[in-house]
């Protein structure tokens, strides 16, 4: 039965539609749907209406940060390289994928891991992943643990299509799955959006949750038993993104810094990635709808753009520092999406436009709760190629393309 304290709360954050289709529901139905409202967050409903001074503060100062270049790197690659290739051998490192998103620009119904981007072979995102993560433990002769966030939705269909593919040849020993938490999502005017008459709209709480999940899913101790110091974390959708990259791993490790972050060039001044930078004087990430004109036009001394360097979601982070900060301050972003949702006669509708908000953390957060990060730049057509769109920027076609640019067979 529906709590006082529950219809309280609906009355006072006026989300009373909520219970239109409850006298419909049978008594199992009605149960499982009492436990979602009882669970669910309504500090989300202020989090709406303060929209607008997220990740904003008046007092707040911006400048750029340098970055390790290519040439940099280039100039001590040898020393970096064994460096990392002895903190990889003695298993300092982990590597965590993020493949809880719903990837819903692709607007394939699957993990976005299991999409083929083959054309005349398979060649599946995953696959891609855990080749490249091979070629490492070719060199180094040791596997790196493999730690694999997916989500509510996606879990099941994720592990089931690893274990079908024999893990692409990875032991599977040393792979270890987590699921991440989820969040409402909500319309324009600030009303929580249904999927059926007996459930709310839920979808993944944003990358942000990685690290709290895997506190939860109690892995920290399975890191501590086998002595990993540092976690490489990285997106699914980058189809040439190299995992604990031995060069990478040895710049991070002997930077001293708790963090760091691979970033590329950005092609166009609005381009959609997180802008680098500093915010009162520590390390920080703009994520791309966030990024005020003034920083995305800004120029500095030579006439070039001044923020520069976007992320690739490819990062480290010592997992010390990350305790210490305990990533459960994280802010949240709202995101304008498209939402399936219960329309007024309560048929389901799946829009061609964005017609709502989801809520997320975000992992780029992180860096600015950390006191510094190096930042290593990458050439973008050597490691980043995301497969983000269906068509146009950032789509199948240009990572294909990507790849074949790179001489790997699809
Ligand atoms: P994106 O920001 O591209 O989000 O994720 P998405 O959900 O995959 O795709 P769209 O925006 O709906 O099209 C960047 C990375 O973060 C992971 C994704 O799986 C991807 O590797 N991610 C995102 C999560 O693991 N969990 C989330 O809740 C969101």
Redesign the pocket.
């Known amino acids: 039965m529906l709590s006082e304290s529950l219809i309280e709360k609906l009355n006072q954050y006026g989300q009373n539609h909520l219970l239109k289709y409850y006298d419909e529901l049978d008594e199992r139905q009605k149960e499982n749907y009492e436990k979602q409202l009882e669970e669910l967050d309504f500090e989300y409903v202020e989090i709406f209406k303060n929209k607008n001074k997220i990740g904003k503060n008046a007092e707040d100062v911006y400048s750029p940060l340098e970055a390790m270049t290519i040439e940099d790197i280039e100039k001590k690659r040898e020393v970096f390289e064994a460096a990392g290739i002895q903190a990889l051998k003695e298993c300092k490192v982990g590597a965590v994928l ?9 607007g394939f119904d699957k993990p ?1 891991g299991m999409f083929n981007i083959g054309v005349n072979k398979e060649v599946y995102i995953f696959e891609r992943i855990i080749t490249n993560i091979l070629e490492v433990v070719n060199i180094t002769g040791c596997y790196i643990p493999l730690f694999i ?1 997916t ?1 509510e939705i996606n879990d099941k269909q994720t592990r089931a299509f690893f274990e079908e593919k024999n893990y692409f040849g990875y032991d599977r020993n040393y792979i270890f799955f987590f699921v ?1 938490s989820m969040a409402p999502s909500m319309s324009f005017d600030g009303k929580f959006y249904m999927e059926a008459k007996d459930r709310l709209s839920l979808s ?4 942000g949750g ?1 690290f709290s999940s895997i506190i939860k899913a109690d892995l920290i101790h399975q890191m501590e038993r086998m002595g990993i110091e540092w976690l490489n974390v990285f ?3 980058n189809v040439l993104q190299r995992i604990a990259d031995p060069v990478y791993v040895g710049a991070t490790v002997l930077s001293g810094f708790p963090s760091s972050a691979k970033v590329v060039k950005k092609a166009r001044p609005d381009e959609r990635v997180g802008v680098m930078c500093r915010k009162n004087g520590r390390p920080s990430i703009v994520e791309y709808y966030e990024l005020p004109d003034e920083m995305m036009q800004a120029k500095d001394s030579k006439g070039e753009p001044a923020y520069n360097y976007g992320v690739i ?1 490819n990062y480290m982070f010592r997992i010390k520092e990350l305790l210490d900060i305990n990533g459960n301050n994280l802010t949240t972003h709202i995101v304008k ?1 498209k939402i399936p949702y219960l329309d007024e006669e309560g048929v389901l509708v799946a829009p061609e436009e964005p017609n709502g908000y989801k809520f ?1 953390t975000l992992i780029l957060d992180m860096i600015n709760m950390l006191d510094d990060c190096l930042v290593y730049e990458v050439d973008r057509k050597r490691e980043f190629a995301p497969v ?1 769109n269906k068509e146009g920027v950032d789509s199948i076609d240009t990572a294909r393309e990507l790849l074949q640019y790179n001489g790997i067979e699809i």
């Open positions: 993020l493949a809880g998103g719903q990837g819903t620009r692709l976005k966030m989500s991440q993944p709480n944003g990358n990685w997106s699914v959708d979601l999406k997320e983000k």
